[in-house]
């Protein structure tokens, strides 16, 4: 199946733990993202990636590393997990260039749980 | 910062009314997109409009871009259970397709 695939599905860690997402998209894209949407629902852009290169850092912290071996991948550590990172992150991927006619394709999430 | 005002944040009706979603910005977007999130999913592209004063429909779904493209609406006739969801609106801007901007959403419950 065409899509994007994110993994874990769920992730329940402790203060102070090291974690990683990953993601991959079979979609043929260049561009990949993270958002992170908080308890109301809110997505926000954290990184965004076209052909492996970094090309939108939204504030983050830089316990948030992403990282993206090539352009169908993008990853994302996160250092020194607290209690403010529980939230759902989302991967999503675009054309570029087309992204503004043709949308994004979401993966369906990895709700982290830092106890 | 640009930001997308969506209204109402929730809306609860019974199967067979009709509802409008609204999506107001003070930012000019190149283009807006509407998508649906269910639980644990993520958010499903609905449309994209593109042209100021934009409609474009999606079977019971109405989506209309304003003349001045710093607004949208999503109107649904005869809501249906299968209907229920997040609603978001997102905004890409400028010359940069890299980023979109979405607003806070709607949760529609629509209820048999």
């Known amino acids: 199946d065409t899509a994007v695939s994110q993994t874990p599905k769920y992730l329940v860690t402790q203060m102070g733990n090291d974690k990683s997402i990953k993601c991959e998209q079979n979609?043929?894209?260049?561009?990949m993202y993270w958002y992170k949407q908080d308890s109301k629902k809110f997505l926000k852009i954290m990184f965004s990636?076209?052909?492996?290169?970094?090309?939108i850092n939204e504030t983050v912290p830089n316990r948030f590393s992403p990282k993206s071996p090539d352009k169908a991948h993008l990853n994302l550590h996160i250092n020194s997990l607290e209690l403010g990172d529980s939230a759902v992150y989302f991967c999503?991927?675009?054309?570029?260039?087309?992204?503004?006619?043709?949308?994004?394709?979401f993966g369906s999430g990895t709700r982290l749980t830092v106890v | 910062t640009q930001l997308l005002e969506q209204s109402p944040q929730f809306l609860s009706i019974q199967e067979g009314e009709n509802l409008t979603v609204y999506c107001n910005s003070s930012?000019?977007?190149?283009?807006l997109q509407w998508y649906r999130q269910e639980p644990g999913e993520g958010p499903v592209l609905l449309v994209t409009?593109?042209?100021?004063?934009e409609v474009k429909k999606l079977k019971r779904l109405t989506f209309q871009f304003g003349d001045a493209r710093k607004d949208s609406s999503l109107h649904i006739t005869a809501a249906q259970p299968g209907d229920t969801g997040l609603y978001l609106c997102?905004?890409?801007?400028?010359?940069?397709?890299?980023?979109?901007?979405f607003g806070k959403g709607t949760l529609l419950t629509v209820n048999p």
């Open positions: 990636y076209n052909n492996k290169e970094l090309i």
């Open positions: 997102a905004g890409a801007s400028g010359g940069s397709n890299y980023k979109l901007t």
């Open positions: 999503a991927s675009s054309q570029a260039g087309q992204g503004r006619n043709y949308g994004y394709t």
């Open positions: 409009v593109v042209t100021g004063g």
């Open positions: 930012s000019v977007f190149s283009s």
């Open positions: 979609l043929g894209h260049d561009t």
